[in-house]
């Protein structure tokens, strides 16, 4: 499925709500709320991290936007500001001894939430197959990575970002995005031989 293009309203509202449109900045947050959920949820596997870094990031949306030069990159931007929670809330959670991306099953309203979001963008490994079983595996598979390699499948992967896009929200050149990539993808491939899942299996290739 081809991904919707949100930059055209996203850029008119953006240039609205830096003159204080509080309308469009509702709006803003409509627009995006899915996919930022979404992405935290990939990261974290937890209902109730993945809302928490949502509630997060639009609020600092909302006290940073006019910093905001150019309209264009908002994308990026806002990507940025959820990554940098997402590293905020391991942090924490490492003091504590406690992982909460490990969890396999997933609470039915953040299921909900997520298959929304899937409709909209291209297919992924998990919605071609539609199998329970497959799915956690996937999840445990994706959360043994370490976190840069993991944050970088899920941008590429799931939220279907250009690498170049990648390299600009977590700061890094295009060449490390890739490399982080090819290890991480290496070592999926490895991962899921170990459990007999194959390319053809989940329709997707690593």
């Known amino acids: 499925m081809k ?10 509202l953006v240039s609205a709500a830096k003159s204080g449109d509080v309308i469009a900045i509702n709006q803003l947050v409509k627009l995006w709320q899915k996919r930022i959920y979404n992405f935290a949820y990939k990261y974290f596997n937890d209902y109730d991290l993945a809302m928490e870094v949502t509630q997060k990031t639009f609020i600092s949306m909302n006290k940073n936007l006019k910093s905001l030069k150019e309209e264009s990159s908002f994308k990026s931007w806002i ?25 396999i099953q997933a609470k039915d309203e953040a299921a909900s939430i997520e298959n929304s979001v899937s409709a909209t963008r291209h297919e992924n490994p998990e919605k071609v197959y539609g199998n329970e079983e497959l799915k956690s595996l996937l999840k445990k598979a994706l959360a043994s990575l370490p976190e840069e ?15 170049r896009e990648i390299a600009e929200i977590i700061d890094i050149s295009e060449n490390t995005v890739k ?11 490895k991962l899921l031989d170990q459990w007999n899942i ?9």
Do not use: D
């Open 179 to 189: 490399s982080r990539l090819y290890y991480a993808l290496g070592s999926l491939k």
């Open 79 to 103: 990507y940025r500001i959820a990554a940098n929670y997402c590293h905020e809330e391991i942090r924490k959670q490492q003091k504590r001894w406690v992982f909460p991306f490990m969890k």
């Open 3 to 12: 991904e919707i293009n949100l930059m055209p309203q996203t850029s008119f």
């Open 149 to 163: 390699q993991r944050i970088v499948v899920i941008m590429k992967e799931y939220e279907g970002l250009k690498i």
């Open 198 to 206: 194959n390319r053809e299996t989940v329709h997707y290739e690593i």
